[in-house]
């Protein structure tokens, strides 16, 4: 050890020796080593020194060379610490008498809070419930003037305990039944501010919302499920939402995120509307999820088990009309199946007042099976009963 530095020798091979440092600093100028030789450092790599031996006039250059390596270490570690230092100056000055109880700008012009939406899972829709889940990252992107700053760097990428520390939207959704922010392993928030004041705010959500339906056509109808957001407190007045990317490319649904076993997503649109209300108006955002129902389960299930039925029904009519038992149970048989069928049909199905394309499919199918067993009955009673 020579002026407070430490060297491990690790390996002695060929006048060479490997040796590790035993602190953070290299302060060590040359040390000498058996048979007169001088230990020169040729490489300094994550806290491992090579050194070599010299003889003669090399103490000199050995000398030259491990006090630039000595430098070199010293300014990189003063380089780290300062500039963290300066990005710690920058957070407390931004927050230095800032007041997150009002909005940017306020009482002068307009806040414009962009938004867009990436879906990461779409699905289950629910029938019965007329609701539907989804995952996504929900983006908002807006200029607060009071988080201006110069640095080092442009980019200032926080975690969500900054986001408690500064003003940020009060956006809901104002279909949503329920929602969930996830908070595993850490809440899943994204937080960035940029030189010119611009903040993006992302966050990763479960929504749970609801989807008007109307079944007249089920089950060849299809859907368009809306996702209604915006502010809650804020007027149109003082808070104006704008789609970040345009009407086409502000909410992005991936092909392997929509996997549904029941319906087709076959897209997405957006608009905007203004709301009146008693205590301003408001700017709605709304997404319109399109939705066309699949038939593969409903041939499956009920339109070719009706059909069967129906054509079993008319086996009965080349059955000898004298043969009553047969008949009979061909015909209350059929109807009590169709009976079935038609109860289990609705079971998938809200209970609505209506009658849906299924339900006059049911009703015809019944008719037909109906009515082979009603044309037995009068066929069998205007027969004349021979006497004996």
Same mark, same amino acid.
């Given at each position: 050890?020579?002026?407070?530095?430490?060297?491990?020798?690790?390996?002695?091979?060929?006048?060479?020796?490997?040796?590790?440092?035993?602190?953070?600093?290299?302060?060590?100028?040359?040390?000498?080593?058996?048979?007169?030789?001088?230990?020169?450092?040729?490489?300094?790599?994550?806290?491992?020194?090579?050194?070599?031996?010299?003889?003669?006039?090399?103490?000199?250059?050995?000398?030259?060379?491990?006090?630039?390596?000595?430098?070199?270490?010293?300014?990189?570690?003063?380089?780290?610490?300062?500039?963290?230092?300066?990005?710690?100056?920058?957070?407390?000055?931004?927050?230095?008498?800032?007041?997150?109880?009002?909005?940017?700008?306020?009482?002068?012009?307009?806040?414009?809070?962009?938004?867009?939406?990436?879906?990461?899972?779409?699905?289950? +829709?629910?029938?019965?419930?007329?609701?539907?889940?989804?995952?996504?990252?929900?983006? $908002? *992107?807006?200029?607060? @003037?009071? /988080? #201006?700053?110069?640095?080092?760097?442009?980019?200032?990428?926080?975690?969500?305990?900054?986001?408690?520390?500064?003003?940020?939207?009060?956006?809901?959704?104002?279909?949503?039944?329920?929602?969930?922010?996830?908070?595993?392993?850490?809440?899943?928030?994204?937080?960035?501010?940029?030189?010119?004041?611009?903040?993006?705010?992302?966050?990763?959500?479960?929504?749970?919302?609801?989807?008007?339906?109307?079944?007249?056509?089920?089950?060849?109808?299809?859907?368009?499920?809306?996702?209604?957001?915006?502010?809650?407190?804020?007027?149109?007045?003082?808070?104006?939402?704008?789609?970040?990317?345009?009407?086409?490319?502000?909410?992005? +649904?991936?092909?392997?995120?929509?996997?549904?076993?029941?319906?087709?997503?076959?897209? $997405? *649109?957006?608009?905007? @509307?203004? /709301? #009146?209300?008693?205590?301003?108006?408001?700017?709605?955002?709304?997404?319109?999820?399109?939705?066309?129902?699949?038939?593969?389960?409903?041939?499956?299930?009920?339109?070719?088990?009706?059909?069967?039925?129906?054509?079993?029904?008319?086996?009965?009519?080349?059955?000898?009309?004298?043969?009553?038992?047969?008949?009979?149970?061909?015909?209350?048989?059929?109807?009590?199946?169709?009976?079935?069928?038609?109860?289990?049909?609705?079971?998938?199905?809200?209970?609505?007042?209506?009658?849906?394309?299924?339900?006059?499919?049911?009703?015809?199918?019944?008719?037909?099976?109906?009515?082979?067993?009603?044309?037995?009955?009068?066929?069998?009673?205007?027969?004349?009963?021979?006497?004996?």
């Amino acid at each position: 050890r020579r002026r407070g530095t430490w060297l491990r020798v690790v390996d002695v091979r060929n006048c060479a020796l490997v040796a590790t440092r035993g602190d953070s600093s290299v302060r060590a100028s040359h040390h000498h080593v058996r048979r007169g030789g001088t230990m020169l450092i040729l490489k300094v790599d994550q806290g491992f020194l090579v050194v070599g031996c010299l003889r003669g006039m090399a103490p000199f250059f050995a000398y030259f060379l491990l006090s630039c390596v000595s430098t070199a270490w010293a300014n990189q570690h003063g380089d780290s610490s300062i500039y963290l230092d300066n990005i710690t100056r920058i957070l407390d000055r931004l927050l230095d008498g800032y007041d997150n109880r009002l909005r940017p700008g306020f009482g002068g012009p307009v806040t414009e809070v962009k938004t867009d939406i990436f879906v990461t899972s779409f699905g289950p +829709v629910s029938d019965v419930e007329m609701e539907y889940t989804m995952d996504v990252f929900f983006r $908002q *992107t807006w200029i607060d @003037e009071r /988080l #201006k700053f110069e640095g080092p760097i442009e980019i200032l990428r926080l975690n969500n305990l900054m986001v408690s520390k500064i003003w940020t939207p009060d956006t809901f959704f104002r279909n949503g039944k329920r929602s969930i922010s996830h908070n595993m392993t850490t809440p899943n928030k994204l937080f960035r501010i940029m030189q010119n004041g611009t903040i993006l705010y992302t966050m990763r959500l479960t929504i749970n919302a609801e989807c008007p339906m109307r079944l007249m056509n089920f089950p060849m109808d299809g859907h368009a499920c809306p996702l209604k957001f915006g502010s809650y407190a804020y007027p149109i007045s003082e808070i104006v939402y704008t789609w970040k990317k345009g009407p086409l490319s502000s909410v992005e +649904v991936p092909q392997e995120s929509s996997s549904l076993l029941q319906y087709d997503l076959i897209g $997405q *649109t957006v608009s905007s @509307e203004m /709301l #009146k209300s008693n205590t301003g108006d408001y700017v709605i955002m709304t997404v319109h999820f399109h939705l066309q129902r699949k038939m593969g389960f409903f041939l499956i299930q009920t339109y070719i088990p009706c059909i069967m039925t129906v054509i079993l029904a008319q086996v009965s009519f080349w059955i000898n009309k004298e043969s009553v038992p047969a008949r009979t149970v061909f015909g209350i048989t059929t109807v009590l199946t169709m009976t079935t069928l038609s109860i289990s049909a609705r079971h998938s199905l809200p209970k609505v007042s209506y009658a849906t394309a299924m339900d006059w499919f049911i009703a015809v199918c019944f008719a037909f099976v109906f009515s082979a067993l009603i044309e037995f009955a009068a066929s069998w009673g205007t027969t004349e009963t021979p006497r004996r």
